[in-house]
């Protein structure tokens, strides 16, 4: 999969992009196209939890006839948190450099892969991001959800000291070897505020963060998962985390 870099003599990084699914049978074949368009070397992971659309049955025939394609298949809807934590498991124990999420639903448009690849050289967490120069929101967010998405990453950085914009995105890129460094049983998201979580356990190891710009369109098929309940659950996990840098316990 890896090739050598023109004119370095060195291997190009080893990528694995990771798609956490449920209920996405309409948008999983079409999404891995379009990644392959964009990274024909990466790896692609499917986590599937069990959707009863067909989603993982979709991703096993795109294993079995695609390169370097797997699934993961878990018993029910776990957790888009637990489900990122068995991709970075994956990325681990198969020895990648970068593992790049995404959401599967076609809001995180492949077109920008490569930029986020690209800022890995000087980085060890690339963040494609609404809230920099260039980025935004298709048509922009209804007056709740932004709300929501403002409030919460206003909120991550005031109690869990981080300087990046966009920390409630998923679309984003680690170095393996950074991630190894954390002890993952420390992690308590399952649900949504993984996404803020983990970059405060990044950030403890060490990390150097970057953002890049992205349009974060509307999902093309299916319908959102996102709810209050995750949003109340992300606050309360947040603060215990920003307490314990406070008291000096994390």
């Given amino acids: 999969m890896s090739k050598p870099l023109e004119g370095s003599g060195r291997k ?10 449920y209920n996405e049978a309409e948008n999983i074949a079409p999404l891995v196209e379009g990644i392959r368009g964009y990274a024909p070397d990466a790896a692609v992971l499917v986590i599937d939890d069990n959707s009863p659309d067909g989603t993982g049955r979709i991703a096993d025939e795109l294993a ?3 390169k370097d394609v797997s699934v993961i298949h878990r018993s029910g809807k776990l957790g888009l948190g637990t489900a990122t934590l068995e991709a970075i498991t994956y990325a681990i124990e198969n020895d990648f450099d970068y593992l790049l999420n ?7 448009p492949p077109r920008f892969i490569p930029a986020i690849l690209a800022g890995m050289a000087d980085h060890d967490v690339m963040i494609g991001s609404r809230y920099v120069a260039g980025g935004g929101v298709e048509g922009g967010f209804n007056l709740k959800r932004k709300f929501m998405s403002t409030g919460i990453n206003l909120y991550a950085r005031t109690f869990l000291g981080l300087r990046t914009r966009d920390n409630s995105g998923a679309f984003r890129c680690y170095r393996v070897s950074k991630l190894a460094e954390i002890d993952m049983a420390k992690v308590k998201s399952r649900g949504y505020s993984f996404q803020e979580e983990i970059l405060f356990w990044c950030k403890q190891v060490g990390c ?8 974060f369109e509307n999902r093309r098929a299916g319908m959102s998962k996102i709810n209050s309940r995750e949003a109340v659950a992300a606050i309360w996990i947040i ?5 314990g840098r406070l008291l000096g316990r994390v």
């Fill in 208 to 215: 150097r963060f970057g953002e890049t710009p992205i349009l």
């Fill in 12 to 21: 190009a990084p080893r990528v694995v992009v990771s798609l956490a699914t």
């Fill in 64 to 66: 079995g006839r695609l």
């Fill in 239 to 243: 603060f215990r985390l920003g307490l």
């Fill in 102 to 108: 995404m959401d599967a639903d076609f809001s995180h």
